[in-house]
């Protein structure tokens, strides 16, 4: 499972370490095994495995002869908006734990994690326009694409489970979540095809 490259933990370690510590932390959420601020304490110390991620991708790209400049800073923007979209829906959710009562104040908290997602989007759209090699574009293009379709068929499975009373609520935002994932599991099965 770990990908080593110059002894170190490559980017399928750390991709499938931070899912895996995500997936864990909803499953304890949903459930209620803990709080919102134990889990908000725990959202942060799994999104710092972003950073190693990234920068194994990279050293990994550079190595392998495929690092793009238009690559390493689609690695480096999609890096920092996951980690502020992390924080920022962390911190709104705290926040909004503390002070319930509706105001202007709330629709702008309650919105705040939605610039970093925008961040995301010009990040990918971005990466498309600028990279050369038609190949890792085309690359991008389907992983996105294998995410967006994980999104919609996890969420539609899911919606109707909890229409039926099998499975308990699931907020909205956990879609950006599942489209990273089902898009880091697109680009291993991609990864995988190539060999």
């Keep these: 499972m770990a990908e080593a490259s110059g002894g170190r933990f490559g980017p399928v370690f750390w991709g499938a370490a931070f899912g895996l510590a995500i ?42 002869g495929c690092a793009s400049p238009a690559l390493i800073r689609y690695n480096k923007g999609m890096g920092s908006a996951s980690i502020a979209y992390i924080f920022g829906l ?16 709330t629709y702008l908290l309650a919105l705040a994690p939605v610039l970093p997602i925008f961040g995301m989007i010009w990040v990918m759209g971005r990466y498309i326009v600028e990279e050369t090699d038609e190949y890792l574009r085309h690359r991008a293009v389907m992983a996105a694409m294998i995410g967006l379709g994980g999104v919609l068929a996890i969420g539609s499975a899911w919606g109707f489970l909890e229409s039926f009373r099998l499975a308990p609520h699931v907020p909205g935002w956990a879609s950006v979540p599942v489209w990273a994932i089902s898009m880091g599991i697109g680009q291993l099965w991609l990864r995988g095809r190539e060999r």
């Design 23 to 64: 997936m864990a932390l909803a499953g304890l959420r949903i459930y209620g095994i803990i709080g919102q601020a134990t889990g908000f304490f725990i959202l942060l110390a799994c999104s710092a495995m972003i950073v190693p991620m990234i920068r194994s991708a990279n050293r990994l790209s550079r190595e392998r």
């Design 90 to 105: 962390g911190v709104a959710v705290w926040l909004f734990d503390k002070h319930a009562e509706p105001t202007t104040w």
